[in-house]
Nanobody, 117 residues
Framework: QVQLVESGGGLVQAGGSLRLSCVASGSISSINAMGWWRQAPGKQRELVASITSGGSTVYAAPEKWRFTISRDNAKNTVSLQMNSLKSEDTAVYYC???????????WGQGTQVTVSS
C-alpha cells in the first residue's frame, strides 16, 4: 500500500499562484508514476498532470501553460505549481500514484483550492 498526503491548498485571488505538494509513503517501490487530478462541484474528476519517476510529464491541454508538475524522487514528493489561477480552477485537488501508464491506483484525501474572482 501507498499513502499519499497532500498540502498547499487554500484560497487565492484570480491571477495568483499556489503550490500543491504530495508526500508518498509506504510501498514506494511499487509506484513509478504520480499525478494530480481535480474535481469541481458537479463534475467528474479529471487529470491535471502526471509525471513518471524518469521525469516524463503529461498535462491536460488547458493547463499546460499555467501549471507545472515536478517530482523529487529522493523525498517521494510530487508538486504542482499553479500560476495565473482562474475561478474555474476551483476544485478539490487529489494526488495519485501508481505504475505507468496508470498513475491512479492510490489516492490522497484531497486538498481544496478556491480561486476568487
Amino acid at each position: 500500500q501507498v499513502q499519499l498526503v497532500e498540502s498547499g491548498g487554500g484560497l487565492v485571488q484570480a491571477g495568483g499562484s499556489l503550490r500543491l505538494s504530495c508526500v508518498a509513503s509506504g510501498s514506494i517501490s511499487s509506484i513509478n508514476a504520480m499525478g494530480w487530478w481535480r474535481q469541481a462541484p458537479g463534475k467528474q474528476r479529471e487529470l491535471v498532470a502526471s509525471i513518471t519517476s524518469g521525469g516524463s510529464t503529461v498535462y491536460a491541454a488547458p493547463e499546460k501553460w499555467r501549471f507545472t508538475i515536478s517530482r523529487d524522487n529522493a523525498k517521494n514528493t510530487v508538486s504542482l505549481q499553479m500560476n495565473s489561477l482562474k475561478s474555474e480552477d476551483t476544485a478539490v485537488y487529489y494526488c495519485s500514484a501508481g505504475r505507468y501508464p496508470r498513475p491512479d491506483v492510490y489516492w490522497g484525501q484531497g486538498t481544496q483550492v478556491t480561486v476568487s474572482s
